[in-house]
């Protein structure tokens, strides 16, 4: 089995979906029989998996910065990132590299050129979609070209690309080098949390079991989340929360916004009557709403954000398009039908165990990776691309 080094340019462990992912992705492979290493900054908080070699920038080059987006002490600590990548390359020998995100193949593809592994990018997202998220607002239409310019020059230097969603897939594959393989991200059900647990994180959150909608995440622009709150002022028999564990500004008028820690949030989604995503931006796949599905909570969400739910089978789904209008109705509708917030809520559950089960999808990564084995055996993967 292969030998793989996972790189991710971001403190971990950290309770976020990016990380999240990095870490089930990482569990997913090593249960097939791949040799995991882990690569990725100094920082972090919680425990990692013992069962992998980790490489890590120095804690003092590290940014203190937990969240995503740009930071001022990230370029020195993506230089030794991509050191690092190459010492251990150099000692291990890897097969290959899984580089998360654009950032995360830059390093590892400038570390491929001084001899390091073939690359395969793991697009968590369309830049071109969310680059601008992270920008002035008056930078907003110039964020997109960027964004488009870095997601087609990193697919074309890639050995393989990964993508989460068919959005991503269909915006990369004309661009793409070598071969690319769209798999949803896993899931591996964790036992749920008692009664007693849920009854505590509701009382935090001073809502009654099954009788709030719930958004938990962090409140980043691409979220949407004002749309949820000018939602939430308009149907005040409805308790709306959001909750989150990222430190900053929490205000948003007309719903209960409240800092858990991770375990509490995931206690209080088993208590939710409805669990809400507003997010419209193409390209990803948000780690939360397999943590609904694991719930057996109903979701209300846009179209489009996930292509394994289906309208009125698993999810309730609103237009792509849809302002607050139908996120009340939405809402309105589900709080007075709790036989369709069960069969939702359930439909959502055998989702998760038939589309996401990890077995599966780990299977199909390492295929993905075989390719790249294939391709560099053969001397493509450092020369032209394939035709």
Not at 46 to 52: A, I, K, Q, T, Y
Not at 271 to 296: D, N, Q, S, W
Not at 302 to 323: I, N
């Amino acid at each position: 089995m292969p030998r793989l080094a996972l790189l991710g340019a971001f403190p971990f462990p950290a309770p976020f979906g990016s990380q999240r992912y990095f870490a089930a992705q990482a569990a997913a492979l090593a249960d097939a029989g791949a040799e995991i290493t882990l690569c990725c900054y100094g920082s972090g908080s919680g425990e990692s998996d013992r069962r992998f070699d980790m490489v890590r920038v120095a804690a003092a080059l590290s940014p203190r910065r937990v969240r995503s987006g740009p930071a001022l002490a990230k370029p020195v600590a993506d230089l030794a990132l991509g050191r690092a990548l190459l010492r251990a390359a150099s000692a291990r020998g890897f097969d290959a590299v899984l580089a998360h995100n654009v950032e995360g193949a830059a390093i590892a593809l400038a570390a491929r050129a001084l001899g390091g592994p073939p690359v395969v990018y793991v697009a968590h997202t369309l830049m071109a979609a969310e680059l601008d998220a992270w920008l002035p607002r008056a930078l907003a239409s110039a964020a997109v070209g960027v964004g488009a310019r870095l997601d087609r020059g990193v697919a074309a230097r890639a050995d393989a690309v990964l993508t989460l969603c068919e959005p991503a897939a269909n915006a990369l594959r004309p661009h793409a080098r070598g071969c690319l393989a769209n798999v949803a991200p896993g899931h591996a059900p964790q036992p749920p949390p008692d009664d007693a647990e849920i009854a505590r994180a509701c009382a935090e959150a001073g809502v009654s079991r099954d009788g709030f909608a719930l958004y938990t995440g962090n409140f980043d622009r691409y979220q949407e989340l004002p749309v949820l709150a000018a939602a939430a002022r308009r149907v005040p028999e409805i308790p709306v929360v959001f909750a989150t564990h990222v430190p900053g500004h929490l205000a948003q008028p007309g719903v209960r916004c409240l800092r858990m820690a991770p375990q509490a949030a995931r206690a209080l989604t088993y208590g939710a009557a409805v669990t809400l995503a507003a997010r419209r931006r193409e390209g990803g796949f948000p780690i939360k709403l397999l943590e609904y599905m694991e719930a057996g909570r109903a979701i209300l969400a846009r179209a489009g954000l996930c292509e394994t739910l289906e309208h009125d089978r698993s999810a309730w789904l609103v237009p792509r398009d849809a302002g607050a209008d139908a996120f009340v109705a939405a809402l309105r509708a589900l709080h007075a039908a709790p036989a369709t917030r069960a069969r939702l809520g359930a439909g959502a559950r055998a989702t998760l165990e038939a589309r996401h089960a990890w077995p599966a999808l780990a299977s199909r990564i390492l295929t993905l990776v075989e390719t790249v084995q294939g391709t560099a055996s053969d001397g493509i993967a450092h020369g032209s691309p394939a035709r």
